[in-house]
């Protein structure tokens, strides 16, 4: 049999059992209606799991929600919540999404919730993702699931999106981007060049006859790298007057290759000490800390330039 007549068998039955597959790749469901919220739901919301672990049964959650200007036209945006493991409610409910919560006094009832009339749904899709696995509604079958890091979290999502579109091809040819805010600035750029670098499944890509849109991505107050973040913020402090000249300067002088969160010189110590007094832990919102997360990249920097190298638009604010 010629060669080009069995590369084009192999892709049609590659294509027939990827459609197979991925129609229990993706577990989705319309919602009309929320708890704490009065009436229908003046947007298009859809949720549901993507697996990305068969071996660990890993699901991730999602919120979609539709743009409400023209969905077949407008962007479409993956947004990412920090944590490192917090629920992306956050982003949804505190930040871009079209709901809000009513501030008022707690009196034991469901807290109520308001339309967002400045949500960034009125210009784009927004893909609100649980990630990584155990923040939010996301979960493993597998305990062994649960331990990720920085790199295997990545490409998760990288495997979720290929699951996703190939679930929405609607969507494909709209413009995409992705962003995220405090630890998930540190996967954002990550991401998109795991993306850059080929197709997230060329299968998907030959079997629709599509090209996937990525424009670019945009990352608010990101985490870059755990030295280099927190050794910024004496400085950023001083700066801005809300640490004397005195305490700046003993820190300069004598945490000067030292590890932030591990001094060993005591003098640096107790200056750092002083530097963080009155902080103290979040209420719990998020699983920071009591399941196993690897913080396997050190830095993003080299992650910005080479996807900005490439021509992606990029947006850092704070």
Known sequence: MPRPLMALQLIFILCLSWHLVSASAAERNVVANLPGFNGVLPFQLETGYVNVDEENGVELFYYFIQSEGDPRRDPVLLWLTGGDRCS?????????????????PYN?????????????????????????????????????GYDVGDVSSSLQLREFLAKWFSEHPDFLTNPFYIGGDSYAGKIVPVLAQKISEGPMSSLIFVCQSTKWSNQGYLVGNPITGERIDTESRVPYAHGHGIISDQLYETIMEHCQGEDYSKPRNVICAHALNRFSKGSKDEWLRCHDGDLPYSEDIKSTVKYHYNVTLKGYRVLVYR
Request: hydrophobic fraction near 45%; charge should be positive.
């Open 108 to 144: 034991g009832s469901l807290p109520r919730l308001q339309y967002n009339p400045y949500s960034w749904t009125k210009a784009a899709s927004i893909i609100f993702v649980d990630s990584p696995v155990g923040a939010g509604f996301s979960f493993s079958r597998n305990a062994k």
């Open 88 to 104: 992306v409610l956050s982003g949804l409910a505190f930040e871009i999404g079209p709901v809000k919560f009513v501030i008022e």
